[in-house]
């Protein structure tokens, strides 16, 4: 709901932005003394690396100061939506895929396109720089990427005599199968399957593999009601069938911190989540975990790389080029590579990705070469104007279907027609 509110909150705040900052953000950086407002959100752990790179800036350039202005997820989109509708905008914004369209389509972002010499982007993959694009034009620079997959709990399998699958030929009922030998082989004590549907990703790969997508190229609701509802027809037999848990149980653990869900807590052996999440999810559950394929890819590639965040520049910026500069350093820099590591996802940048990974181990070396093993598709259409509030929708519908108030083909034509009217209306 306060995401629901906040998206809500941006777009209103938003209506009367635009226009451009001074300067170009090609041109040559000043040798003038000058600030540079930096804002993001995160952990005290967040703040302490992004200070330390700001340091690292600041000592190659002396003439610009960064002021660093950082909060909670939570009061991050109040803020910001405030200051843009005052022009008063940070000069480089920390920016979530969910609000990237909202901001752009109403000229607040800049195209990062215009750098030029400023903002280097050939060591990042196509693939990944489409995540953050909009009508051909750059708003967004992915600070790092991640992709859906299956974390299996090796230790539960070895204990209930499960062999681990092929994640190379799986099936979704192979999964199914596998996630039902685990329930019925534990006696209850734990499921094989914990439950999904609560964030979109798990929407977008059921339809890429489907041959549908969540919208459009032109920022329409495009999935189908009949492959949503298989969705969620799959999910409600998982629980009915014992292989994920009964829906209270759900729902309470989808409400709840990672460290609450089945797989941190080793009540349930399979489960989707993004691969960067797996040294959380082994350090909360202290066994160990796999990183597996999604089911079905053998077939039909639905995999695509989520951007964990992205750095923005807003177009009100006084001060574009040294704006851009500064984001290259974050983006491209080794030096400051060194200090972020992978706080902000396994860098979207391929070079620097790859000189990360040598240095990474356990876990985190895992997450970083899965990533790399991962065949993906194009990226899916950024979320457009309106739909920011798309999980929030998701998960209201997947408790209607759990707790079967809605059938599946209720909650797919009323998920439909909520989202699409967000989007008419923004």
Known sequence: MKKLLVGALAALLLAGCGGSGGGKADGDLTADKIELRFTWWGSDARHQRTQQVIDLWQKAHPNITVKGEFKEWNGYWDSLATTVAANDAPDVIQMDELYLASYAERGALLDLGTAGKNLAITDFDAKALATGAID?????????????????????????????????TWTWDDFKRIGDQISKASGG???????????????????RQNG??????????????????????YLLDL??????????????????????????????????????????LAKASGQNLKLLKIPGEGTATGAYYKPSMFW?????????????????????????????????????????????????????KAAAE????????????????????????????????LFERQTPQQAAEAFIKELQAGIDAA
């Open 136 to 168: 051909g034009k750059q708003y967004g620079l992915p600070t790092g990427v991640t992709t859906y997959s299956i974390v299996a709990n090796t230790d539960l399998l070895a204990k209930y005599n499960v062999t681990l699958p092929d994640d190379a």
């Open 189 to 207: 004590e734990v499921t094989g399957v914990q439950s999904w549907g609560f964030d979109i990703g798990g929407v977008n790969i059921w339809a």
């Open 212 to 233: 549908a997508s969540l919208y459009s190229p032109d920022g329409k609701v495009a999935i189908p009601a009949d492959v949503l509802a298989k969705y969620w027809q």
């Open 239 to 280: 629980a009915k069938q014992g292989i994920a848990p009964a829906a209270s149980v759900s729902v309470e653990r989808a409400g709840a911190g990672l460290d609450q869900s089945g797989t941190a807590t080793n009540k349930s052996a399979l489960a989707t989540w993004w691969n960067s999440q797996l040294t959380s």
């Open 312 to 364: 923005s520049i807003s177009s009100r910026s006084k001060h574009p080029a040294e704006a851009a500069a500064f984001v290259n350093f974050l983006a491209n820099s080794q030096e400051a590579a060194d200090v972020l590591l992978t706080d902000r996802g396994i860098p979207a940048n391929t070079k620097i990705r790859a000189a990360l990974t040598g240095k990474l181990e356990g876990t985190d």
């Open 370 to 401: 899965f990533l790399d093993s991962v065949k993906v598709g194009e990226a899916p259409r950024v979320t457009p104007n309106g739909a920011s509030d798309v999980e929030a929708i998701l998960k209201r519908h997947t408790e209607e279907v």
